[in-house]
Each structure stands twice: as C-alpha cells, then as structure tokens.
C-alpha cells in the first residue's frame, strides 16, 4: 500500500526526522489562509497522488506571492496529474500541500529497502539526490552508497555516522543525520514497510537537514497489523480494475501485453504468462482467480479482462485440484453470456473432471478452443490474437 507524501511526513515527524511546515488544503479558498499560518515569502505548492516524478509532473509548483499560490492550487485541484511515472490518464489530485520554500543547499539522497540477495535491510544514500536519482542509480551507481543491516542486530549510531561522512556532512549535519535514519529505519521496522525514501534529503543554508519529500510503501500482507496505516489508504489513488478484483478476491494486475490470461494459482499463472512470452505474445494482464475458484468469480474476471483496453484474445488456463473444471467451464459460458464475446478464446482444462468442462464448452455452441496440453493453448492463443 502507498501513502501521500503529506502523511509520510508526518510518520517522519514523529520519528525524529525533520521536515518543512506544510499545511494541507482541498480547496483554494483555504490558501490564503495557509501561506500566513506558514508565513515567510516563498511556498511550493504540491499535487498529492501515488506517484512519483511529480515535479517533472508540473504538480511542484514554486510561488512568490500568495496570489500565485492561489493559481497554483487552482490549476492543480481537481485535475489530474501525469508524471512519468503514471499511466497517459494520470491520478486525480484532491488536495495540495502547501510548503515553506526552503534554501535548498545541496539535495540527497536517503532510502531503506529490502535487498532481496544480501536478504538484509539496506540503507541507500547518494550526494545525487533530487529529480534525476533513477539515472544516477543506472548511469554512475558508484554515486549510491549501500550499507546493509545485519537482520539480528540494529542499525547502529556508527553505522549512521560512517555513512554521513561518505556524503560529507559536516558535524551539525552528521547529528541530525543520525537522527534522520534511526527514524528511518524504525519506521522501516515496526511498520512493516517494503519501501522507505526521502528524496529530497536536503541541507539548507541554515545548516539544517530536511525531509523535503516522502514516499513510503508498506507490505500488504502485514496491513492487518497496522490498523493506523490502513485508515491512511486513498483509493481515489488506486487502480479501478484491480480494486474490483479485490473486491471478489481475484489477484489482478494490469499489464501492457495483448493476450488477457485468467488462471487460477500464482505459480500457473506465471508459467503461463512465461509460455505465451516464449511462443511470441504478451500479457495483458496478471490474473490469479484462486485455488477454490467458483464460477460467479470466473465470470467477473471475464467481465475484467474484456475490459482491458489492448486485448485481442483470451487464454483461461485452469488445473482443477480443489475446483471442478465442469464449474470452471459452466462460469466461462456464463460471463459469455453475460457480456458476450468478441475475442478469440482458447480454454485449457486439466485435472478433476476436465473432461467433463472440455466437453461442456465443445457442445456449448460458442467460439471456444479447447485445449488439454498449455503448450498448445499457448500457441493457439499467440496465433488467434495477431
Ligand atoms: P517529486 O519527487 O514527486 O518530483 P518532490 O517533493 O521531490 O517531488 O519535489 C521535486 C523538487 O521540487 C525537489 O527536488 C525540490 O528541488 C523542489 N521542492 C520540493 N519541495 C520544496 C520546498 N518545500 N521548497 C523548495 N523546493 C522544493
Ligand atoms: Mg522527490
């Protein structure tokens, strides 16, 4: 789950890391009101969506004067953001944050994520910060400091001083610095988060260290236990089709291929994605109905994969162990029916009662290829949906 960069902050804040005064705002008429509560002569005015790249976005806007803040929000609000990290629709904006203008000195780099090779908790840091931190990590990585924690033990105050002397903080820096990634880490920890990021970290001419940006990402699996996370969620942020997938307990993913597939189990699911990539096609999605799949299921994620704009067939690929195929084929002619059918469709069966569902779909009447070996199904699919 993603939150705004206005909560981050304030989750930063109680953690000991240091950030600009900001006030939220849903409507312009409050902004007057915001700049004089902040007060000083320069604010920057942000779009909050889920989505990074916002400046490039033009959703950071810096003002000097209170009337251009108030343009500013009026141009944001209630439009749409598109960054070059959201699709060409872009994410609704429904409130800005309203910041003091800092005198930015140098802008760095901080985040914690989990290394999945080393199996640690790794701190990552760079003097390269601001908007242009993906060509730094892809162009000169050299500039990315790493350091991982060791999973028994804590991120120790030394470990957070040798890092700040790699970024060259000065000793006033260093202190606050210190502060600034224990904060971090133990927002990283106990909250189960996936993703922790500040960038900008910045020093100011006032030598200070600010969290000028916040993005964190927390582990879906462990939301139950963070019931103050949770009352953060924004769905206004989140993907229609996958929320309604939620909704019915389907596991979906939106993706940019042709070939709509709709298996049940991850691990099938991925194969199958695997082998229509080997025969030559793309997926258009990521779709796990479930082990226990019913049929009413089946056809809602039918109703959702005809719904993805590029798709020019569909491959079902279901292995019955605890579902029985005849179900299985009995829901796939239902949503037909439902909401009809103008792609090419080529079904695979296999396992209990397989037969039975091939047979059902063969006798139905509809434009259905059956198919017993994925392998074929998958060439089948590739071939129909050219
Ligand atoms: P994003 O990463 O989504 O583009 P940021 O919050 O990092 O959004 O803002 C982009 C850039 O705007 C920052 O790198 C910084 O240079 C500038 N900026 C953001 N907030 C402020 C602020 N309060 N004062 C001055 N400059 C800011
Ligand atoms: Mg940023």
Same mark, same amino acid.
């Given at each position: 789950?993603?939150?705004?960069?206005?909560?981050?902050?304030?989750?930063?804040?109680?953690?000991?890391?240091?950030?600009?005064?900001?006030?939220?705002?849903?409507?312009?008429?409050?902004?007057?009101?915001?700049?004089?509560?902040?007060?000083?002569?320069?604010?920057?005015?942000?779009?909050?969506?889920?989505?990074?790249?916002?400046?490039?976005?033009?959703?950071?806007?810096?003002?000097?004067?209170?009337?251009?803040?108030?343009?500013?929000?009026?141009?944001?609000?209630?439009?749409?953001?598109?960054?070059?990290?959201?699709?060409?629709?872009?994410?609704?904006?429904?409130?800005?944050?309203?910041?003091?203008?800092?005198?930015?000195?140098?802008?760095?780099?901080?985040?914690?994520?989990?290394?999945?090779?080393?199996?640690?908790?790794?701190?990552?840091?760079?003097?390269?910060?601001?908007?242009?931190?993906?060509?730094?990590?892809?162009?000169?990585?050299?500039?990315?400091?790493?350091?991982?924690?060791?999973?028994?033990?804590?991120?120790?105050?030394?470990?957070?001083?040798?890092?700040?002397?790699?970024?060259?903080?000065?000793?006033?820096?260093?202190?606050?610095?210190?502060?600034?990634?224990?904060?971090?880490?133990?927002?990283?920890?106990?909250?189960?988060?996936?993703? $922790?990021?500040?960038?900008?970290?910045? #020093?100011? %001419?006032?030598?200070? /260290?600010?969290? =000028? @940006?916040?993005?964190?990402?927390?582990?879906?699996?462990?939301?139950?236990?963070?019931?103050?996370?949770?009352?953060?969620?924004?769905?206004?942020?989140?993907?229609?089709?996958?929320?309604?997938?939620?909704?019915?307990?389907?596991?979906?993913?939106?993706?940019?291929?042709?070939?709509?597939?709709?298996?049940?189990?991850?691990?099938?699911?991925?194969?199958?994605?695997?082998?229509?990539?080997?025969?030559?096609?793309?997926?258009?999605?990521?779709?796990?109905?479930?082990?226990?799949?019913?049929?009413?299921?089946?056809?809602?994620?039918?109703?959702?994969?005809?719904?993805?704009?590029?798709?020019?067939?569909?491959?079902?690929?279901?292995?019955?162990?605890?579902?029985?195929?005849?179900?299985?084929?009995?829901?796939?002619?239902?949503?037909?029916?439902?909401?009809?059918?103008?792609?090419? $469709?080529?079904?695979?069966?296999?396992? #209990?009662? %397989?037969?039975?569902? /091939?047979?059902? =779909? @063969?006798?139905?009447?509809?434009?259905?290829?059956?198919?017993?070996?994925?392998?074929?199904?998958?060439?089948?699919?590739?071939?129909?949906?050219?």
């Amino acid at each position: 789950m993603h939150i705004h960069e206005y909560q981050a902050k304030t989750l930063f804040s109680h953690n000991n890391i240091q950030t600009p005064k900001g006030i939220l705002i849903s409507n312009t008429k409050q902004a007057s009101k915001a700049c004089s509560e902040l007060g000083g002569s320069v604010w920057v005015v942000k779009a909050q969506v889920h989505a990074g790249g916002r400046g490039k976005g033009g959703g950071v806007i810096l003002c000097r004067s209170v009337m251009e803040v108030e343009v500013a929000c009026d141009k944001l609000l209630g439009g749409q953001l598109i960054t070059p990290q959201t699709d060409a629709k872009g994410l609704p904006i429904n409130q800005v944050l309203v910041e003091a203008g800092q005198n930015i000195e140098q802008e760095l780099y901080l985040g914690l994520l989990i290394d999945r090779q080393t199996q640690k908790i790794t701190v990552l840091a760079s003097t390269e910060g601001g908007m242009d931190i993906e060509k730094v990590a892809s162009e000169t990585p050299d500039k990315i400091i790493k350091f991982g924690v060791e999973p028994l033990g804590a991120l120790s105050e030394k470990s957070c001083a040798e890092i700040a002397e790699k970024l060259g903080l000065n000793a006033e820096l260093t202190e606050q610095f210190n502060r600034a990634l224990l904060g971090l880490y133990d927002i990283f920890v106990q909250k189960d988060v996936s993703l $922790i990021e500040i960038n900008p970290l910045i #020093t100011t %001419a006032e030598n200070t /260290l600010l969290a =000028l @940006d916040g993005k964190i990402d927390f582990d879906d699996n462990a939301l139950y236990r963070h019931e103050d996370i949770l009352a953060l969620r924004d769905i206004s942020q989140e993907d229609e089709k996958e929320m309604t997938a939620s909704e019915y307990q389907l596991n979906y993913i939106s993706l940019n291929g042709t070939i709509g597939c709709m298996v049940n189990g991850a691990g099938l699911a991925m194969a199958t994605m695997d082998l229509i990539e080997h025969h030559g096609g793309s997926s258009a999605n990521f779709l796990d109905v479930g082990g226990g799949t019913t049929a009413q299921r089946v056809a809602k994620a039918f109703e959702l994969i005809q719904t993805e704009k590029n798709v020019s067939g569909v491959l079902v690929n279901i292995f019955g162990g605890i579902v029985r195929c005849d179900l299985i084929a009995e829901g796939i002619l239902q949503a037909i029916e439902k909401v009809g059918l103008n792609l090419p $469709i080529v079904v695979r069966l296999e396992g #209990t009662n %397989a037969a039975a569902g /091939l047979k059902l =779909l @063969d006798e139905s009447g509809v434009a259905i290829h059956t198919e017993s070996d994925l392998t074929q199904a998958a060439i089948k699919i590739v071939e129909l949906s050219k």
